[in-house]
């Protein structure tokens, strides 16, 4: 199939009805089906239904080092699942806090702390600043956008590339800018393209030399074990990078077991240099006596040690390979030489990423909503909701049985069909 850029206007007219015609049809099917977040299947959240059987009210609810699960104490978490996370992130157990359930919320209460107290002493909390800025690299995580938008800094959009946030634009701006104080990174399989960071770019990440001091990387590895084949990405330990350079107080990395075992009753975790642990602690201790420990616990008892959890997530890799599959068999069958959309083909994470036409996104999300598809809205994967070419959608391919998820894909292929058949047709119009 050749371009739909080279039809004419009668053959552009003529495959808009034909395209018209099969929206109907999907109209008239009313299907309710959501591709909007990146939630795991209910059979994904099955495999982990031994969890609740490691602990029962017989059990001796008792940490490695003694401490009663079932009572305060210990606001950094468990010696064992301390332990477990430091493997899996290449950390010391030191460099670690087990926080609750959501690494989303320790991220925002580092962003609130920071905004009232110092993070390098002697200096102004975030929000004594007249100003101050967050680098955003987009297509990025909406929710991270949220949490520093909330709290009223100024997002700066930076462009992303398959190697990570363009690192030419992130060197001049922080080496130059002083208000600007951190940036979001998910740097393996990002959100919503599945990138990995490549070696060079954690490399540059650690080499930064801020013109604030108080800027941070907020590094948020959510997709660590999150591989959807035996070949995985690789992704550098930025720990150890910025530990050679002596920068390692630039950086919290953030972790759960959200896609792991129970989303919204998993862990979460900080990893951050020893220094920054003892500040964040001090802060911390205000705030909680301390996390579920008994939680904790389960999942140490449960998973044991990373190769528990490695082996654990090639099980998830078996229900969502195949339905990351699928999609790039319906976009490529679908879509592919008709210039009109590219998407991304990650080897892990939670989300596929789609450019469609410049102008084209907000309408195909439309459509498809119309048609009882419910899709991530078109703009949240840029700062403020605005991408300023709508042309991003991104696609969250985990949720849906697969027998919906080929409904889906087949809808919002033909509604891209569709929007770039319109806006071809317009052009040769606009241009007569
Ligand atoms: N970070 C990223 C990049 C995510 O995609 C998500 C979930 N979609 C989260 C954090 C949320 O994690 P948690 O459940 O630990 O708050």
């Given amino acids: 199939m050749s371009s739909y850029s080279f039809l004419s206007k009668d053959e552009l007219a003529e495959l808009q009805k034909e395209l018209q015609a099969k929206y109907a049809?999907?109209?008239?099917?009313?299907?309710?089906?959501?591709?909007?977040?990146?939630?795991?299947?209910?059979?994904?959240?099955?495999?982990?239904?031994?969890?609740?059987?490691?602990?029962?009210?017989?059990?001796?609810?008792?940490?490695?080092?003694?401490?009663?699960?079932?009572?305060?104490?210990?606001?950094?978490?468990?010696?064992e699942t301390k332990e477990l996370f430091a493997e899996l992130l290449g950390l010391r157990p030191e460099q670690i806090i087990v926080g609750g359930n959501s690494s989303l919320s320790l991220m925002y209460d580092m962003v609130a702390r920071s905004m009232t107290h110092p993070t390098v002493e002697g200096m102004k909390p975030w929000g004594k600043y007249e100003k101050i800025k967050f680098l955003c690299p987009a297509p990025g995580y909406d929710r991270h956008f949220a949490v520093t938008e909330f709290f009223g800094v100024e997002l700066v959009t930076?462009?992303?590339?398959?190697?990570?946030?363009?690192?030419?634009?992130?060197?001049?701006?922080?080496?130059?800018?002083?208000?600007?104080?951190?940036?979001?990174?998910?740097?393996?399989y990002s959100n919503p393209q599945?990138?990995?960071?490549?070696?060079?770019?954690?490399?540059?990440?650690?080499?930064?030399?801020?013109?604030?001091?108080?800027?941070?990387?907020?590094?948020?590895?959510?997709?660590?074990?999150?591989?959807?084949?035996?070949?995985?990405?690789?992704?550098?330990?930025?720990?150890?990078e910025?530990?050679?350079?002596?920068?390692?107080?630039?950086?919290?990395?953030?972790?759960?077991?959200?896609?792991?075992?129970f989303s919204g009753a998993g862990v979460a975790v900080i990893g951050?240099?020893?220094?920054?642990?003892?500040?964040?602690?001090?802060?911390?201790?205000?705030?909680?006596?301390?996390?579920?420990?008994?939680?904790?616990?389960?999942?140490?008892?449960?998973?044991?040690?990373?190769?528990?959890?490695?082996?654990?997530?090639?099980?998830?890799?078996?229900?969502l390979a195949p339905k990351f599959q699928l999609v790039d068999d319906m976009f490529t069958s679908h879509l592919e030489g008709k210039g009109i959309a590219k998407w991304t083909k990650p080897k892990g994470g939670y989300f596929i990423a789609v450019d469609v036409l410049p102008g084209c996104a907000k309408r195909v999300v439309a459509l498809c909503k119309e048609a009882g598809v419910i899709m991530t809205s078109a703009g949240a994967t840029f700062p403020y909701g605005k991408d300023p070419e709508d042309r991003n959608i991104r696609i969250a391919p985990t949720?849906?049985?697969?027998?919906?998820?080929?409904?889906?894909?087949?809808?919002?292929?033909?509604?891209?069909?569709?929007?770039?058949?319109?806006?071809?047709?317009?052009?040769?119009?606009?241009n007569e």
């Fill in 25 to 79: 049809k999907f109209k008239s099917m009313n299907l309710k089906l959501d591709m909007s977040r990146g939630k795991p299947g209910s059979d994904q959240l099955d495999l982990c239904m031994g969890m609740l059987d490691v602990l029962d009210s017989n059990s001796i609810l008792k940490s490695q080092n003694g401490l009663d699960c079932r009572n305060y104490g210990m606001l950094d978490g468990l010696p």
């Fill in 158 to 188: 930076v462009p992303m590339t398959p190697a990570g946030p363009d690192m030419d634009v992130v060197e001049e701006l922080v080496s130059s800018d002083e208000t600007i104080k951190g940036i979001w990174c998910v740097p393996k």
């Fill in 194 to 240: 599945g990138y990995t960071y490549s070696d060079e770019t954690v490399r540059r990440f650690a080499a930064l030399r801020p013109a604030a001091k108080d800027f941070r990387i907020f590094w948020d590895n959510a997709y660590c074990v999150h591989d959807l084949y035996e070949e995985g990405d690789k992704l550098l330990n930025i720990m150890e």
């Fill in 242 to 261: 910025c530990e050679k350079l002596g920068s390692e107080d630039m950086v919290y990395i953030f972790a759960s077991t959200s896609k792991i075992s």
């Fill in 272 to 319: 951050a240099s020893e220094h920054n642990i003892a500040r964040i602690k001090k802060q911390m201790t205000i705030q909680t006596i301390g996390y579920d420990k008994i939680n904790m616990l389960r999942h140490a008892l449960y998973f044991k040690n990373a190769d528990g959890v490695r082996a654990h997530m090639k099980k998830h890799a078996a229900i």
């Fill in 399 to 430: 949720y849906p049985p697969m027998e919906e998820l080929k409904q889906a894909a087949e809808l919002f292929c033909l509604c891209v069909e569709l929007v770039s058949v319109e806006k071809l047709l317009a052009e040769k119009t606009s």
